[in-house]
């Protein structure tokens, strides 16, 4: 009964009705687009700034990553790797391997940082930075693939011979030569300019550090792994299991880099924050639709009143009309909203730099197109909230209107 | 006391010298012992060829000036050392690089003061202390010197510049050649890390060694 007053009273003004719900529908639809605009450029964040950099789970010498030390490794690599890669808690497998070393083109010497790395299994992520040549190729050839600021240092280019000297773990002068093969535009200046990729068994041999490795960089099946995962805490126990606790640390990436889990924290928060003003301001336009609404029937609430209408009915009655107003805004907010992630998570988006350039992180590139990610719950928060806000607004005029007093009322005009 | 301080520069030095040294590496993670043979002209020009072990021989480091070029007879490379390594061990040793080329002499770098002489306190050596001279090429912010009344250098130590000590030089075992006083034993050990060091010994020291002509250079490197 009193919904059925409330729908018709709606309908008496159609077109403030309509506006009313088309501002609040057309404000959903952009928080969630909002939504899946940000959740999807918060995984290509996590996948760049955990997955590509960080891993999910390390596995190195408890001593390695405040020493950075040449000598303190992780022995059996070969019968660890693929006792490792056996568990369905692991994606996928990272060995690497770091050594700093003199490098020589044919007449100039510079420093340089050698990562070993399995080209097999990092190749779709290195491969793409390539400026010149090519990636290295999957069998140990004595290649490498130097950072361009590092390939100018040494005047070298693809072809030539770069020859390295360095301090080997068993204190003998390791030195070998290596055929350019490739140079990579990293992103990082750092890594420009003295990074230099060569394989794992090549590193492993000039180091002298056979079947050794500094970290395996482990990846869960999680996809967008947050802070405390369940995800990565059983990939992060069954790697434990594997590789025990004996002169081996086995740690989460938000353990291994706190500065990247408190980043990601940040933006996160943000999209809460968007949504609290968007619909702050949607809010207000229920208040004002609903308070005119009251006024417009001053006289009429007058004589509800005098014929013995409660106060308390009165106020369900307005509430209502908000609530349906709010309903309507919700469906026009999902289909139009719809519409919105459909072309996000389809189409997708590029981010790009101001000059065009793609944008990158710690050296890892996002992808060219990001794809948007629709989470339900993010949904269900939004209408949830939208309905709140509409109510909430809607309880000033509600108690506007139990107040009235009935002879002053039909009075109005 | 320069003079003191010259002969304690020159102990070891000769007009031209040629060496045979062997050299025993001690850190925490390895031992190794080396074999070279050494040639020096002055204090400007040395050259080191190790002759073992195996996998090391044929390495050879050329210093001329403050120049280092080491030559590596597997990938049949020479390099010349960037400024920016200069600081890096040499041959896995606690020496550096700099350790070769920057052999000043104490008494143009340095303002000395005695605070020991032999026959004080019981003392048999001179102990002098060594502060760098504001525009000195060196690397250390004090140096304490023990020479003997023999002008045989005995122990040096060596500090930051907040003070610290960062490593000991000791020179034993001294043996008169070619009628001079020469310590034929010396040990670096560094204060930071506690059982390791280097120990470098002269088997066979000969002054005013005929040296062919060309020795010091490129060239010669590679023989």
């Not at chain 1, 060219?368 to 928060?381: L, N, Q, S």
């Not at chain 2, 026959?119 to 690397?139: H, M, N, Y």
């Not at chain 2, 001294?174 to 002269?202: F, H, N, Q, S, W």
Request: with cysteine; charged share 20%; hydrophobic share 45%.
């Amino acid at each position: 009964m009193l919904t059925a007053m409330a729908w018709r009273n709606l309908w008496r003004h159609r077109r403030r009705t309509l506006i009313t719900a088309g501002a609040l529908a057309v404000s959903m639809a952009f928080v969630l687009a909002l939504f899946t605009y940000m959740d999807g450029t918060y995984r290509a964040m996590s996948t760049v700034m955990v997955d590509q950099t960080i891993g999910h789970v390390q596995v190195h010498h408890p001593g390695f990553q405040a020493t950075r030390s040449l000598r303190l490794t992780v022995a059996d690599a070969s019968a660890r790797r693929a006792a490792l890669d056996a568990l369905p808690e692991v994606r996928e497998l990272v060995p690497r391997l770091e050594g700093y070393a003199l490098l020589g083109g044919a007449d100039r010497t510079s420093g340089g940082l050698l990562l070993g790395v399995d080209p097999a299994v990092e190749r779709a992520q290195l491969e793409r930075r390539v400026v010149k040549g090519r990636f290295l190729a999957d069998a140990p050839a004595r290649e490498i693939v130097l950072g361009q600021g590092l390939a100018r240092s040494l005047a070298v280019g693809e072809g030539d011979e770069v020859v390295a000297v360095t301090q080997a773990a068993d204190g003998s002068l390791g030195n070998d030569l290596y055929r350019v093969v490739g140079v990579v535009a990293s992103g990082t200046v750092a890594q420009d300019r003295s990074g230099a990729w060569v394989h794992l068994a090549d590193l492993q041999e000039l180091l002298v550090l056979p079947d050794q490795v500094h970290s395996f960089v482990v990846l869960s099946p999680s996809l967008e792994p947050r802070v405390d995962d369940p995800v990565v805490n059983q990939t992060l126990a069954a790697v434990r299991g594997v590789v025990g606790s004996e002169g081996v640390d086995v740690v989460s990436w938000w353990e291994a880099s706190p500065q990247t889990a408190k980043l990601l924290g940040i933006s996160d928060g943000s999209a809460w924050i968007v949504l609290c003003v968007v619909f702050g301001v949607a809010g207000l336009g229920v208040l004002n639709t609903m308070l005119m609404s009251v006024f417009e029937r001053t006289r009429e609430l007058g004589v509800m009143k005098a014929l013995g209408t409660r106060p308390a009915v009165l106020v369900r009655l307005v509430l209502i009309e908000a609530l349906i107003l709010g309903l309507l805004s919700v469906a026009g907010g999902l289909a139009l909203g719809g519409l919105f992630d459909l072309y996000l998570t389809t189409k997708g988006f590029a981010l790009t730099t101001g000059d065009g350039d793609r944008l990158s992180t710690g050296g890892v590139f996002f992808d060219d197109v990001i794809r948007g990610v629709v989470k339900p719950e993010r949904i269900v928060a939004a209408a949830v909230f939208l309905l709140g806000v509409a109510v909430l607004s809607a309880v000033w005029p509600a108690v506007r209107a139990a107040r009235l007093d009935p002879v002053d009322a039909m009075q109005d005009r | 006391m320069e003079e003191l301080l010259d002969a304690a520069d020159d102990v070891q030095r000769g007009s031209r010298s040629h060496a045979t040294v062997s050299m025993h590496v001690k850190t925490a993670s390895y031992e190794r012992g080396m074999k070279m043979e050494s040639w020096a002209e002055g204090a400007d020009k040395t050259l080191i060829r190790i002759l073992e072990p195996a996998k090391d021989a044929g390495v050879a480091t050329l210093k001329v000036d403050d120049n280092i070029w080491n030559y590596l007879p597997k990938v049949d490379r020479t390099l010349k050392i960037p400024a920016g390594m200069m600081g890096g061990s040499w041959m896995g040793s606690h020496f550096t690089n700099d350790d070769l080329v920057k052999e000043s002499r104490m008494a143009e770098d340095y303002t000395g003061t005695i605070t020991g002489r032999p026959g004080q306190a019981g003392a048999t050596s001179w102990v002098i202390e060594l502060v760098p001279k504001p525009d000195a090429p060196v690397v250390w912010g004090k140096v304490e010197i023990h020479i003997g009344a023999d002008r045989v250098p005995s122990l040096a130590r060596y500090y930051d510049e907040k003070g610290v000590l960062v490593r000991t030089l000791t020179w034993e075992d001294v043996r008169v050649v070619a009628g001079r006083k020469v310590p034929m034993r010396m040990v670096l050990t560094p204060a930071d890390k506690p059982g390791e060091y280097t120990r470098i010994t002269y088997e066979s020291l000969d002054f005013d060694a005929q040296l062919p002509e060309g020795t010091f250079t490129l060239q010669a490197l590679k023989r």
